[in-house]
């Protein structure tokens, strides 16, 4: 079995099928091993030497501002709650990748390979901080608008409105479009529209480069919560000093709210050597009279793309926090995309071309007593830890534009 790659009718052992009933059946069995590979990405000059991101976070009104209260308060209020959903930690949180193409087919975003490795990369940083991105599935969608967003005018209202309006975020899962030319491919790597979000934007030119091994993660974070380390809430500079009895003191409520990712400050990355990766800057703040000595590996910062970390030293212990109270949340966009423990799936009949999720985090299977039926243009996609379980009484027999998924996706 070749490694990282979508299989057509492929042997898939932790898959358990007995006496189902079959039609005309396009079936594609995965498994999306989470590792590092290596691939050979084509060489391209890059349009800046760090991350462009487009998501703006300067003026919005603090997004959890205490991060830490509410998460106890969430986990607190789910103990023996049955109308919560049942997942614990690691937390699996459900994606599915789309690489945008032209209405004809042609200019895909990045290939399947280039994705998955960006995938794989992604996971590395946020596995040390129990979050785990389960990979549900990947596509292409053939969408000329959607593959030319060019437009910096409509970054904040138009791009996020036609992703929504016209149903393109996969329902059940976080969703990464790959698109051809984001901006021009100028400089800006992508986007999450918001904070949180359950959809983001990725550019061409970032997801194709053999030394940007961020971008996935950076927009991801914003979606889970996270701020830019540079931020500043209505023009406020969070300051240097990170004791509590300083009159200046303001991390809790100034920057990106975490006060254990050192003080930034806007193109503090001039100032950082993209080979050594030490900061050499002498920049102070006003009000505390400290020097910046900001992180060159967070993350969520602006530092050259060779310095940021693809492990979990990428990101600190407030910003998972932040991310856990994101995904705790029962009223965020993340809450309904994160995999529960183990699902029994009762009778369901499905023909729509719809995307449709259908995930565990370590087992998903059909009830015996279940009558279960993909057919038509169904689009099914079944995804869990250790295995999925078909009983007797399923049948999938979906039509030529129809498609039945099943993969294992962990990060053991």
């Not at 990712?261 to 950082?272: H, I, K, L, Q, V």
């Amino acid at each position: 079995m070749k490694k990282n790659s979508l299989l057509q009718h492929s042997f898939f052992p932790h898959l358990k099928m007995e006496q189902m009933k079959f039609g005309a059946i396009k079936i594609a069995f995965i498994v999306f091993l989470i590792f590092f590979s290596v691939v050979t990405f084509a060489q391209e000059q890059l349009p800046m030497n760090h991350p462009g991101c487009t998501t703006g976070d300067n003026d919005k009104t603090n997004y959890l501002p205490d991060a830490d209260a509410f998460l106890r308060q969430q986990l607190a209020a789910r103990l023996g709650d049955t109308t919560y959903n049942d997942f614990s930690a690691p937390y699996y949180v459900r994606v599915f990748i789309r690489i945008v193409r032209e209405n004809n087919g042609t200019l895909p975003g990045c290939t399947v390979e280039q994705a998955i490795q960006n995938f794989n990369e992604m996971n590395g940083q946020y596995n040390a901080h129990n979050i785990c991105f389960q990979l549900a599935g990947i596509d292409f969608v053939n969408d000329s608008y959607l593959n030319n967003f060019n437009n910096s005018g409509d970054v904040d209202d138009v791009y996020p409105a036609y992703i929504r309006d016209n149903n393109l975020d996969v329902d059940g899962a976080m969703t990464i479009f790959i698109h051809y030319s984001y901006l021009w491919n100028s400089g800006s790597s992508g986007n999450a529209y918001g904070i949180p979000n359950n959809f983001l934007s990725v550019a061409r030119w970032a997801a194709t480069s053999n030394t940007v091994h961020s971008i996935f993660g950076h927009e991801m974070g914003h979606c889970l919560g996270l701020y830019h380390t540079f931020r500043r809430a209505n023009g406020v500079q969070e300051t240097v000093t990170r004791n509590a009895g300083n009159s200046c003191y303001n991390c809790p409520t100034e920057g990106d709210l975490c006060c254990d990712t050192p003080a930034d400050y806007t193109d503090s990355e001039n100032n950082t050597s993209s080979s050594t990766c030490n900061y050499s800057g002498t920049a102070t703040n006003a009000c505390d009279g400290l020097t910046y000595n900001p992180s060159t590996i967070n993350i969520m910062s602006y530092q050259p793309w060779a310095c940021i970390s693809f492990t979990g030293t990428a990101i600190t212990t407030n910003q998972r926090t932040r991310m856990h109270a994101s995904i705790n949340n029962p009223l965020g966009p993340i809450f309904s995309r994160v995999s529960e423990d183990n699902v029994l799936q009762l009778s369901l009949t499905n023909t729509s071309a719809t995307i449709r999720i259908h995930a565990a985090k370590n087992n998903y299977s059909t009830s015996a007593a279940a009558t279960i039926t993909h057919s038509g243009n169904a689009r099914a996609y079944y995804v869990a830890g250790n295995a999925v379980t078909f009983s007797p009484g399923v049948t999938l027999s979906p039509n030529s534009s129809g498609i039945i998924q099943a993969s294992i996706s962990n990060c053991n």
